[in-house]
């Protein structure tokens, strides 16, 4: 049961709430993260004491969980709190996932073929670098801005 401004005044006892920099210390983050997800509405203080907040194990969890989406999950803190209620409260949080593997993959994508061309560059032009070069030239201007037209062509 949440603690609400009510019982602010009643100490907590420290066996079994945490105060907010020892909670910020545990997942090396700056307390103002945590105040953060509080003002998103992702975790909420059980109580707060002497201009504190205290956390329970419940809370304390429910950051890790937080924690470990966004560095695992890659995913941000809107998509967090869409999946945080979990399977039991709505088919949100499959959606929200099946949109996040997608946009992975397509990252994975640009990834191997900025690794690829990175590795072309350095297999072709080990002992110089590949500006000037005519292959080189053709990908920059293929792959620039719309409508960028390499100097000296005609459009």
Request: aromatic content about 8%; charged content about 25%; hydrophobic content about 30%.
């Amino acid at each position: 049961m949440r603690a609400d401004s009510s019982t602010a005044g009643n100490a907590p006892e420290a066996t079994s709430l945490v105060p907010i920099d020892s909670v910020a210390r545990r997942f090396q983050i700056p307390a103002s993260t945590i105040r953060y997800y509080e003002e998103r509405g992702l975790v909420l203080p059980v109580s707060r004491h002497g201009g504190r907040r205290w956390y329970g194990q419940n809370e304390i969890r429910r950051l890790a969980i937080i924690r470990y989406w966004q560095k695992i999950g890659r995913m941000s803190l809107d998509e967090i709190g869409e999946i945080l209620p979990g399977p039991d409260s709505s088919a949100a949080w499959q959606r929200v996932t099946r949109e996040r593997i997608d946009s992975l993959g397509e990252q994975i994508g640009q990834m191997r073929a900025a690794r690829d061309h990175l590795e072309h560059v350095l297999d072709h032009h080990e002992h110089s670098p590949p500006d000037g070069c005519d292959y080189f030239e053709k990908l920059i201007w293929e792959s620039g801005a719309p409508g960028a037209q390499r100097p000296g062509s005609s459009g």
